[in-house]
Structure formats: structure tokens, C-alpha cells
């Protein structure tokens, strides 16, 4: 299984910005997804997963409302929709698949995991 994650940059805090994470080697659709974060100095967190079929999403408390995450099962890619970006926000993003989203959610013993993508937002 290959993740590759792509999407991140260098934004002013307020902006958007649109992560994507195509995977190959199985059946896209059969997994869940999701993302997680590591910021300078900290440890990895989770910030969001979708179920295999799209119908359950789960975020994190500090990006609710802000975040959205979603899948298109035809293209075999995951997407993060980040909007009205803090300076918190500001790390290397993963995204990861498992059979479980609540193993996605615990972040413990994650099925596969794709190279990081970097976001930065400045003040």
C-alpha cells in the first residue's frame, strides 16, 4: 500500500488550503482514512478520519468546524479541506489507512502511513 500526500504550503493565517492523499494497493473504498498532524517538538495527533464508505467523519475538538475531510473512492484519494488556518495549525500533516477508524482515531497501530506534507501558517 502507497500513500502519497500532497497539497501543503506556506499560507497567512485566515486562508485555505486543500490536502489530498492518493493511495494505491488495495480497495480504496474498503478502508478508512484519515490525518494526523506532528507539530515542531510534538508528538503525532490525530486530526481526522472518514469511514471506508464516507458516511462517518471524526475530527479532532481544535479543527471541528474548520476541517473537513472526504474521499472519492472513483479517484482513490482523500482530501483534507483546511479552512480559517491558526498558526497552531502549523505542522507536518500524514495521512494514514486502517480497517478501523477507531484505531485511526486512538492512533495506535496504524495499517499504513504516507510521507508527511508540510503546512505552514503564519501570523
Known amino acids: 500500500v502507497q500513500l502519497q500526500a500532497y497539497g501543503g504550503g506556506l499560507v497567512q493565517a485566515g486562508a485555505s488550503l486543500r490536502l489530498s492523499c492518493a493511495a494505491s494497493?488495495?480497495?480504496?473504498?474498503?478502508?478508512?482514512m484519515g490525518w494526523f498532524r506532528q507539530a515542531p517538538g510534538k508528538e503525532r495527533e490525530f486530526v481526522a478520519a472518514i469511514t471506508g464508505n464516507g458516511i462517518y467523519r471524526y475530527y479532532t475538538d481544535s479543527v471541528k468546524g474548520r476541517f473537513t475531510i472526504s474521499r472519492d473512492n472513483a479517484k482513490n484519494t482523500v482530501y483534507l479541506q483546511m479552512t480559517t488556518l491558526k498558526p497552531e495549525d502549523t505542522a507536518v500533516y500524514y495521512c494514514?489507512?486502517?480497517?478501523?477508524?477507531?484505531?485511526?482515531?486512538?492512533?495506535?497501530?496504524?495499517?499504513?502511513w504516507g510521507q508527511g506534507t508540510q503546512v505552514t501558517v503564519s501570523s
Open positions: 494514514a489507512t486502517d480497517v478501523s477508524t477507531g484505531r485511526l482515531r486512538a492512533g495506535v497501530r496504524i495499517d499504513y
Open positions: 494497493g488495495r480497495t480504496f473504498s474498503s478502508y478508512a
